[in-house]
């Protein structure tokens, strides 16, 4: 049977988390709490524990800490942990129905990258007392500026490399070719025009070296290339 995996940023509250998450199937639940702690933190922490009191002999549970307050480096740990999964052969869905409106954009645009479900429960209320939820609803995210297979692969060799001095160490790194290959040159084009079309949708940064163009990847290019992979 396909598991279906739940990835659930902990906020205050736990009914709108838990009762959303009962509307599906779950077999497995993340979830994200915060790297730093605080008094909201602590908090989270307890509601986490409620959690694993309540659900913790009939699911697997995991947690995995984040920098709450960094969009692109949540995000980035939200989407590997969707594609960790995936591979496994899991369905992914992301609960963003307690979370803090930061970690809300993280899940959203790591649910843009990956294809996985988000979905928010929408809480109920009588005389200002939290009774439980009215319903819960997906979000279809808007998709993201995309990378071509070519443009993936560059992404994909910064991801894992870092910084690079060059074009032509990418084309060494990505093609073995050395300058003195035939062919080389017009490899060297080639990868100029995609470097060109990758900075326009910010997904690298470049800068003059002397006259080498060093080549980065932006946070929103690093999200691409673990989104995607």
Known sequence: MKKTVHIIPVGHTKTTLTEGMRQY???????VLGKTAGPGE???????????GEFGKV????????????I?????????????????????????????????????????VTGATLYVALPAYEKGVLT???QVQTVPPAPLKDAG????????????????DSVDTLIQG????????????????????????????GFIETGKDGKNLRTTLTPLGRLIAVGKS
Do not use: W
């Open 174 to 201: 990505l093609r073995g070719l050395e300058k003195t290959a035939q062919g080389f040159q017009k490899e060297r084009a080639r990868m100029s025009y995609h470097i060109k079309k990758l900075r326009k949708k």
């Open 132 to 134: 439980g939820i009215r």
């Open 25 to 31: 199937p779950f077999h497995k639940i993340i979830l």
């Open 72 to 112: 692109y480096t949540a995000a980035i740990a939200i989407a590997k942990n969707i594609r960790a999964e995936e591979k496994q052969g899991s369905t992914v869905m992301v609960n963003a129905s307690g979370s803090l409106r930061t970690i809300g954009i993280s899940c959203y645009l790591a649910c843009a």
């Open 149 to 164: 297979r070519e443009e993936l692969l560059i992404l994909k060799y910064l991801n894992k490399h870092g910084t690079l």
């Open 59 to 70: 699911a697997e549970i995991e947690e995995i800490h984040v920098e709450l307050d960094d």
């Open 42 to 52: 602590k908090k989270a922490e307890a509601v986490a524990a409620e959690i694993r």
